[in-house]
């Protein structure tokens, strides 16, 4: 053997070597497009023998789709000038494994030269790993996609020196123009800053971040304008490094969570409390926290401030606050909450509690119960307020209050006795009076002196009315006025007053017009006080009309009561006179030149007598034009006196 054939020798060793060990299979045809060289790459990749394939077509390992077009390929590619076709040349070609399973495949193709059997070689990479990493790559990257566009927080992507590489939805929709004019830009010289101070922190964070640290911080973002205002947000900031090992880069990550309403609610609720802790100070009102079953009891500060309290002199549970209620008052205090929880009575309680300098607080305690869904009572949240002033204020108005009304009752009673006293020797005056000017004992030949008997004897009627009328008064006020209601009819009242008022209303050259409705019932009432009650309106209606005018009388039934309507033409009343015209005492003209007469006795006791009989008096009256007074007696309520 010679040198050159032992070369060639070992030429061919190293390259049939150099076939099997090739991690790309290798696939030689012959003109006929036969399989002639089949490697060991390729049978793992095909899952074929070589035994099994070579003299075989080509078209073994091609999917029968693409038989057709392949052998047209060939042909052109047969009749071009190249002589290879490079892997990635092609999109990703597929063939068939022995299972019928397609492969995915890149391919070069070389066409020999030479005239031996060798006339197309294909180098066959399986690309099924790197398609399954590109596939996971795209769906990690449509979920990322996903979450950054979709994500309610303000998301930014710079590369390691803080230039801006992308932002999320959230960011772009915020900021003043277009979100692209910013890639590339350093993100702390942007101008969505709303402060200086914002981008200087930006800044500092980044460059003096290191991998695997993160970094918080606060700052506003200046958005696009919302009306005249340019929107702002606070945001909280969290900066992250995510080192990439691919190409020994690092990818800065700042995530913004908003925080402008929470802050808006947080400071709105520290004023709310401040507010809630001045108004609590100026209505000396504190609130308070009981868990029933650890037994802690919280108490608000202006709770503390009541009882003259620090927190450490408190041990904030049941029995501490019952040690500070007075002693007299703390069985109350428990029992009313053992009622309370048992949900027999409400927590609403007035009692006593003991400063530590020994004086008292009187305060008052309201709380609702909390409860399970079996009504088991868990906790009470209750106020409690310091009203010390106001129950002195008010013991001091119950007794003032008591002392009026028993100076009150003095004074009726000095009253009633002064006009018990005064009645029999006006009864008297009246009497001999009356036997003087009637001539009783013989002629008076000095008719002057008649005419004085006259006068004493209408001065001594018209002084024991007014006797009359206080004694009314001062019975009403003790209580001592008896009603004997009896059947009468409408028409015999107003006949009866009538005739009392019939020589006064002449005297003053009044007309008196009446009306009686014809659907009035009998009348169950006290006559004589009814009566009385009548003739004091006529009598008052008298008084403050002019000369020549008309006073009315209507008695009618209208929706089940009975009314008294006396309407004069006189003067008329103001709208403050209106509301104490029945007051004792009051008139329209209370000065010392008072042109009426009368002590102001008769509307009081129309008023009292009206109530005594279950009725009630009205007043309408205009300035200059006249007055209506109303007297109203329930149908109900006299048919329920009767059948009582």
């Known amino acids: 053997m010679n040198v050159v054939s032992s070369h060639n020798m070992v030429q061919n060793i190293d390259l049939a070597e150099i076939v099997d060990l090739s991690a790309d299979g290798i696939i030689s045809l012959d003109e006929q497009q036969n399989i002639i060289l089949f490697n060991a790459a390729a049978e793992k990749i095909f899952g074929y023998t070589s035994g099994e394939v070579i003299g075989q077509s080509l078209d073994i390992l091609l999917p029968k789709s693409i038989h057709e077009k392949h052998q047209n390929y060939i042909d052109s590619f047969d009749r071009s000038e190249r002589v290879a076709r490079p892997m990635g040349e092609k999109k990703n070609l597929y063939g068939v494994s022995k299972s019928g399973e397609p492969v995915p495949l890149d391919i070069t193709i070389q066409k020999h030269s030479g005239k031996g059997v060798f006339y197309y070689t294909a180098i066959c990479r399986d690309i099924r790993h790197r398609i399954e990493k590109e596939n996971l790559l795209r769906e990690n990257e449509a979920k990322f996609r996903t979450l950054f566009d979709t994500s309610h927080q303000y998301a930014i992507l710079t590369n390691g020196q803080g230039e801006i590489l992308e932002f999320n ?34 800044r500092k964070a980044i460059v003096d971040i290191e991998a695997g640290e993160g970094v918080s911080l606060v700052a506003s973002l200046a958005g696009s304008p919302f009306g005249r205002k340019k929107q702002t947000r606070v945001l909280e900031i969290a900066i992250a490094v995510v080192p990439l090992e691919s190409n020994q880069s690092t990818l800065i990550v700042i995530e913004g969570n908003d925080i402008t309403n929470l802050l808006r609610t947080n400071k709105a609720l520290t004023e709310s409390q401040g507010r809630l802790t001045s108004a609590q100070k100026i209505a000396r009102l504190g609130n308070w926290e009981w868990d029933v079953t650890t037994n802690e ?3 608000s500060d202006e ?14 549970s049941y029995e501490g606050f019952l040690a500070l209620v007075h002693p007299d008052d703390r069985a109350y205090v428990e029992q009313s909450v053992i009622d309370a929880l048992a949900g027999e009575k409400p927590y609403r309680i007035v009692h006593r509690m003991v400063l530590k300098d020994g004086s ?22 209750g106020i409690v307020q310091d009203i010390t002033n106001r ?53 008076i030949n000095i008719p002057t002196y008649r005419d004085y008997a006259e006068d004493i004897k209408a001065s001594g009627r018209n002084l024991l009315g007014l006797i009359k009328n206080i ?19 409408a028409r015999l009242l107003l006949e009866n007053s009538l005739a009392r008022m019939a020589e006064k209303a002449a005297a003053r050259k009044i ?24 003739v004091h309106l006529i009598d008052n209606a008298i008084k403050f009309s002019r000369e020549n005018s008309t006073v009315k009388v209507n008695l009618d039934y209208m929706e089940d009561e009975f009314v008294i309507d006396v309407i004069d033409q006189g003067i008329g009343l103001e709208e403050a006179d209106i509301e104490k015209v029945f007051d004792l005492f009051v008139q329209k003209d209370m000065d010392l030149n008072r042109r009426y007469g009368g002590i102001g006795l008769g509307l009081t006791m129309v008023k009292n007598l009206a109530e005594l009989q279950g009725g009630r008096v009205q007043v309408k009256s205009i300035v200059g034009q006249g007055s209506c007074f109303s007297l109203y007696f329930s149908g109900e309520k006299m048919d329920a006196g009767y059948q009582h």
């Open 169 to 202: 939805k959230a960011v772009a929709d915020f900021i003043v123009g277009d979100a692209k004019s910013y890639m590339g830009n350093r993100v702390w010289e942007c101008d969505f800053w709303a402060k200086e101070i914002d981008s200087e922190n930006i």
């Open 297 to 299: 009891v919280t108490w």
């Open 303 to 316: 709770v503390y401030y009541i009882l003259n309290l620090s927190p450490g002199d408190f041990d904030s």
């Open 360 to 381: 008292e607080r009187i305060v008052e305690e309201r709380a609702e119960i909390i409860r399970l869904e079996d009504g088991t009572p868990v906790r009470m949240n």
């Open 391 to 443: 129950w002195r204020r008010e013991q001091e108005l119950i007794l003032a209050k008591r002392k009026a009304e028993e100076a009150n009752m003095a004074k009726a009673q000095f009253l009633s006795a002064v006009g018990h006293e005064l009645r029999t020797p006006l009864n008297a005056i009246i009497g001999f009076s009356s036997m003087i000017a009637e001539e009783q004992l013989g002629k």
């Open 471 to 489: 004694l009314d008064v001062t019975s009403h006020e003790l209580e001592s006025i008896k009603l004997h209601p009896q059947y009468f009819t």
């Open 511 to 534: 007309n008196i017009e009446t009306s009686l409705g014809s659907e009035i019932p009998e009348l169950y009432l006290d006559p004589d006080h009814t009566q009385q009650m009548l």
